[in-house]
């Protein structure tokens, strides 16, 4: 285990879930506002990029009620963790394939989306087994 990974491995799995759901919540916010603007130089057709918003919304605020818990279900915090992992694996593929008029640009967009939210994965997949 690398010293960074050691060090996040003992974030406390409620903190993890905040910053999960603020960061969900907050680029969710922010694809629903330029959905529009970054249709061009992504190639991500609107009506997805609110979809996905709209999604992300969602899904913040869910994290956020699991982090509000007293405690925390080991299956919610599992739950959390899967569909991050699968949210992630899943964007990848999006940018690998051609179901969407993606840019380059708009593939490297979706990648390193598919890396934080893998990134989240792990962490709350780690703290949970760490707590």
Do not use: C, K, Q
Not at 37 to 44: A, F, I, N, Y
Not at 46 to 66: D, E, K, P, Q, R
Not at 80 to 89: M, Q
Request: charged share 10%.
């Amino acid at each position: 285990m690398t010293t960074l990974t050691a060090r996040r491995s003992r974030l406390p799995l409620r903190t993890v879930l905040r910053i999960d759901s603020w960061s969900t919540g907050l680029f969710g916010i922010a694809l629903l506002a330029t959905a529009p603007l970054l249709r061009d130089p992504l190639g991500l057709p609107t009506a997805v990029s609110m979809f996905f918003g709209l999604g992300m919304l969602g899904g913040a605020a869910a994290l956020s009620w699991i982090a509000a818990r007293p405690t925390i279900p080991t299956p919610f915090a599992m739950g959390v963790a899967a569909v991050n992992a699968v949210s992630g694996v899943a964007m990848t593929a999006l940018a690998a394939v051609d179901v969407l008029p993606l840019t380059t640009f708009g593939r490297a967009f979706l990648e390193i989306s598919a890396l934080v939210v893998l990134v989240f994965a792990t962490l709350e997949y780690t703290a949970r087994h760490n707590a």
